[in-house]
C-alpha cells in the first residue's frame, strides 16, 4: 500500500539519499542498484546537497488523485550541483516568477494526504533561493 | 550499430478499424470484433479466417480501465480464433506498435504465414481523474507521480525545456492542433473529425440555440487563448494540444510476403522494423529528443537500406502537440530545434513536403491507447493503396513510416512501409 511504500522510501523523501558508483563514481537520485556508466553493482549511499538549478517545469491545472489541493502547483526538473535530474515541486514562489535556470533547493513540505484519516506524507520539494548563491 | 535483417519478407493484406469515440454501450470485445470485421472486409480476393494462425494484442490496461484482465484469449474468442496462440502485448501507448513488431518477427522467423495483429481499449468508462492515474502508472510511480506529475505533466516539461532551449511559443503548437484537426475531419473514423473552425462555429452556434450569449472570438488564435474555451492543462499545454480518451480498436493482417498475392493485388510490405527503450526522465540528459525514438528509427532505416529524405508520408505519435513537433526531429525529417518551423510553416501539411498525420494523428482521430500503434498503420495502409479518400495526398506514396511511442519515451518503436510495383 502506498503509506507502506512511502516509508520505505523516506531515506529518500527526507534526506534526498541516493547512491553512488564505488567503481566509477558515478552519482544516481533516484538511487540505482546496478551503475548504469560502468555496470557495476558495487554502489553505497549518497546523500545529495539538495542545491541545483531548474532545467524545466510546467503549471498543473489538472491534478492526480491526492494532489487537489495543490492545484494549480508547480512541477519542475531540477539539475542537481552534483549531476542528476530530481522530479519535484516548486514552492514559495509566484507561476510568473518561475524561470528555467534559476537556483533552488530542497525544502521538506507536505506532498499529500491519504485517504478518511488524513494521514499526511512528507517529502522533498524545492524553492528559489532568495539570494543567488 | 547492428544491422539486423527480417528472416523474410512480410506483408499487410488487411486492415480495419472501429469508430473511434467515447461507445458507453460497448465494450473492448464489441469494439475489436468490428474492427476485425472491417479488416475480413478488405482483403481484396477474400479469405478464410480459419487460416490466421496466431495473433498479438495490443492492450494497455484493461485490467484498469474495465476490470477485465486476460484480454487476449478473450478477443481472440470473441473473433473465433481458439485455440490458436493469443498474447497480449504491455507498452504503455505503444502496445499496438510493438504487437505488431512482434507480429513481423512471428512471420519473419518462419513460424507463422498468417499473423493477426490487434489493438484495443475501452478508456471512457472510468472517470477523468482515474484516468489521469491510470496513463500517470506508465511513468514511474515511486518517484515521478508522487512529485505531483501527470501524463500532460510530462510532456509539458518537454515543451518548456524545449521551447526554452529553441525559442518556440505555444503559438507554433497550436498549429500542429490546427493541422491535425483540418485533416482529422476528412477521416469518418475519427473521434473529433472536425475542423477548428467548425468546432468554433458549432459552439457558436450551440449557445444561440440555448439563447445564452455567443462567444465572441475574432480568430482561431483568439479561440486557443480562450481560457474557458481551450482550458489550462499543464502550461503551456491547453485541452487542444491534448490528445483525447478514447475507445477503439484496430486489426492488421499479415502474411508471409511470398504469399501476399493470393490475398491482395496490392500488398503493403513492412521492410523495417525498430524498437528501443530508455529510462524514466529523471534518469535522462536532454527533455528536447527521445532517445528511444532516435535509436529506433536508426535501426528502422538501417534495416530498410532507406533515409528519412525517402519517406513520403509518416503517422507520428502526437498525445501532445509537442510529441509531434520532436518527433518529426527524432524521425530526422527536420533537424533539432526546427520541427515547430516546419508544422507553422505548412511543411507538415496534407498538401506540404514532408505531410504528418494525415489521419488527423492521436489528436483529432482518438487515443485508444493500446489500439493507436496499429490505427496508425491502417493510414499508411489506406494512403499507400490510395483509398484514404477527401485525405488522400497526391502523387505516389512509395515508403512510409509509423513511429509509436509508450509512456514520455520509455519504448518507441517503428516501422517502414514499402509499396512495390
Ligand atoms: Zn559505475
Redesign the interface.
Known sequence: MDLA??WR?KD?RYRLEGTVCAECGAK???PRQVC?ECKSTNLKPHEFAGRGEL???????????G?EE?V??I???VKLDEG??????ITDVN?ADVK??QRVEMVTRK??AYGDDGVIVY?YKFRPIVNGS | MTQRKLGRGVAIVGAGMSKFGAFPDKTSRDLFVEAFKEMRASIDKGFDPEIIETLYLGNYSSDLFEKQGHTAPIMADAVGLTPRPATRVEDACASGGVALRLGVLAVASGMYDVVLVGGVERMTKLPTAEVTDTLGSAGDTLYETPAGFTFPGFYAAMATAYMHRYGMTPEHLMSVAIKNHANGALNPKAQFGVSIPDWMEQRVQAALKKGKPAPTWKSISDFLHDDAANPMIAYPLRLFDCSPITDGAACLLLVAAERAREFTDQPIHIIGVGQASDAALHYRADLTTLRAARVAVQDAYAMAGVTARDIRIAEVHDCFTIAEVIATEDMEFFAPGTGFKMAQEGVTARDGAKPINTSGGLKSKGHPVGASGVAQTIEIWKQMRGEAGARQVKGDIPLALTHNVGGTGQTAVVHIYERKG
Open positions: 511504500r512511502h522510501l529518500q544516481f537520485f533516484p548504469t532545467y524545466s517545469f510546467t503549471t498543473v491545472s489538472a491534478p492526480p488523485s494532489h495543490f494549480p502547483y512541477v519542475g526538473m542528476p535530474l530530481v522530479e519535484a515541486q507561476p528555467i535556470g506532498l499529500r517529502g
